[in-house]
Structures are given as C-alpha cells and as structure tokens.
C-alpha cells in the first residue's frame, strides 16, 4: 500500500488526533470569548488595544487576548479582522495597533505607512499550511499536484475549466464549484504567489470570503467544492470536510504538524505575522505587557488553533526586541 506523508501505513490520518485536539480546543477557546460578546463594548479609552486583519491569525491573537485578561482583568483588547490587506490598511491609517497578518507587508503598504509617519516592528508569531479542501464525501479525489491546482486557479481557467474531468480524465462530470479566500486576504496572495506563479493572478469566478467559517459551511454543503484556507479552519470543522494532500513533485503530502515542521508540504507553508505601532506600543503600557505574554505563552497554546509554534529562539528575540523600544 502506497505510503502517502502525513498518514498512517494503514491509511488513517495521522493528523485526525492533532484536528480533533484543535477542534475541541476552538470549541473551548469560543466558549471562553462568549461572555466578552454577549458584555456591552465598553467605550474606546487611550488604553485601548486594538487589532485587526487576517482571518488566518485572528483566533491567534483572540485567544493570546482571552489569556492575557486573566492575568490583568483591567486589560481592553479588542480583536477583529478585515484580511490581511484590509488590517495593512487600517494600519497605516493609524486606527489599529497590532495588524495581525498572514504575509509580509509589501511596498505599497510600506510606502503608505511611511507617507503616514507609522513606525512599526514585524514580529513572527507562527507557522501555518493551507489547506486544499473540499466535501467530506468526495471520493474521486486522492491527491491534487501543484500543475493541476496551477490549471484550476490561473486566470486563463476562468469560464474554461469548469468540471471536474477537465483537470483529471477519470474523474466525473460534475462541476467544480469553486471557494477561496478573497482578495483582501494574505493567504489569498499567498497562494496565487506559489500556485499560478503570480501574486493576485487568478480567475474571478468562485466563491470568495475572508471569512473561514463561511467558506467552510459552503464547502461542507456543497458536493462539488473545492476550496482552499488556513488550516485552522479545516481543524476546526474536520468533522464535515475532507483535506487533499499535495504533490508537487516529491509525492503526494497531506498538511500535518509534522510535514508542515519538516518543509515537506510545499509550497503552501508559510510564517504569520504581527505588524505593532511603534507609538503605541510606547504610549500604551498595556501593549508591551500584551504582547510579551503573548510571545512567550504561545508555544504552550497554538496547537488548540490548529497551527504551529516557532522556534524558541525566534519567541526570545521578539520579547527582546520588546524590551528595546
């Protein structure tokens, strides 16, 4: 029996447990944010955190946020998101403090901040894959290569591969209904950068949300779905959706811990971010103390998000860097 990385020799999932801890450790993550939904907002102060931007990192920092006000009760942080180009934006526009991001900031975002005196730090807060999914039942689907999601994904696919047989013979006749990030989104960037070669060049026709848990309703209802998000979301709702492993061309990979720790599932691994103001983090005392636990308790917690811890090292020099400023 073919071996595929990431599974068992027996077929099983070896990341149906790490899926299953995450998703009950969302679970309990949203239970414990329920009380500061159903609380009325209590008005914006100087001490006010706020941040904003990937979908992708928001559970991060909402739950470095849930466990920080356990620690100083007092603490008002406020966490939302917008996509990654969307927080860049609000960031340079100076009404967030911490843009939470799924890429690097770009030229042009580095040029609107400048031109807005923003003065900021990147830190890197953890590692997350991809993930290609689609309808728990779907069961022509054994591996996607890189070559055939670069023939569903490239603008030219737009109106013209419109079925499954049309990116593998032998598989049916079936539409092929389309979900993915939108273009406010890092991972959107990010995965038109690795699979259609250029970064923002894709067709136009799918279903496109920064919001995960819209995009995995649809693509748990839909038996035709094909869709693709940070693997967070695909731990949070395994139950209902099935993950397709990846070949691009050492072999066909499923998105795991350990695949994902190796470098062996590529190209759609990448490092989340954290963009900080410089000025707040000077004029709000909270800020620094926010994030210096949250660099230094995430190692102990990420897994319960679905993604990955760095390197203690890397977790160090960022709570150095803290103390420098």
């Known amino acids: 029996m073919k071996r595929i990385a990431g599974f068992l020799p027996d077929g099983s999932q070896s990341g149906t447990l790490i899926a299953r801890i995450a998703g009950m450790g969302l679970a309990l993550l949203a239970a414990g944010c329920s009380g500061d939904r159903e609380t009325p907002e209590r008005p914006v102060t100087e001490r006010t955190i706020v941040a904003s931007g990937s979908s992708t990192v928001y559970p991060v920092t909402l739950e470095a946020a849930r466990r920080f006000r356990r620690e100083r009760r007092d603490a008002d942080i406020r966490v939302a998101f917008a996509g990654t180009t969307g927080g860049f934006r609000q960031f340079c526009e100076g009404s967030i403090d911490i843009a939470d991001a799924s890429r690097a900031i770009?030229?042009?975002?580095?040029?609107?901040?400048?031109?807005?005196?923003?003065?900021?730090?990147?830190?890197?807060?953890?590692?997350?894959?991809l993930a290609i999914v689609t309808h728990f039942n779907n069961d022509w689907v054994d591996y996607l290569s890189t070559e055939e999601l670069k023939r569903i994904w490239e603008p030219a696919a737009?109106?013209?591969?419109?079925?499954?047989n049309q990116v593998r013979p032998e598989w049916p006749e079936r539409p092929l209904a389309l979900y993915g990030r939108g273009r406010d989104s890092g991972t959107y960037d990010y995965f038109t950068t690795?699979?259609?070669?250029?970064t923002r060049a894709s067709r136009g026709d799918y279903a496109a949300s920064e919001d995960e848990?819209?995009?995995?309703?649809?693509?748990?209802?839909?038996?035709?779905?094909?869709?693709?998000?940070?693997?967070?979301?695909?731990?949070?709702?395994?139950?209902s959706l099935r993950v397709i492993p990846i070949d691009s061309g050492d072999g066909a990979v499923y998105p795991s811990v350990d695949t994902a720790s190796s470098g062996r599932y590529q190209p759609l691994s990448r490092p989340l971010f954290l963009y900080v103001n410089r000025d707040a983090l000077r004029s709000k005392p909270d800020l620094q103390a926010f994030l210096d636990s949250y660099f230094a308790s995430a190692p102990r917690w990420l897994h319960l998000t679905g993604y990955?811890?760095?390197?203690?090292?890397?977790y160090a020099e960022n709570r150095e860097r803290l103390t420098l400023q």
């Open 106 to 129: 770009n030229a042009e975002e580095q040029q609107a901040c400048a031109d807005a005196d923003v003065e900021y730090l990147e830190f890197p807060v953890a590692v997350d894959t």
């Open 158 to 164: 737009e109106g013209a591969v419109t079925h499954w």
């Open 194 to 198: 690795v699979i259609t070669g250029e």
């Open 213 to 239: 848990e819209w995009l995995a309703a649809k693509i748990a209802e839909d038996s035709n779905s094909l869709g693709f998000f940070g693997i967070g979301a695909y731990h949070r709702h395994w139950e």
């Open 308 to 314: 990955l811890p760095l390197d203690a090292r890397t």
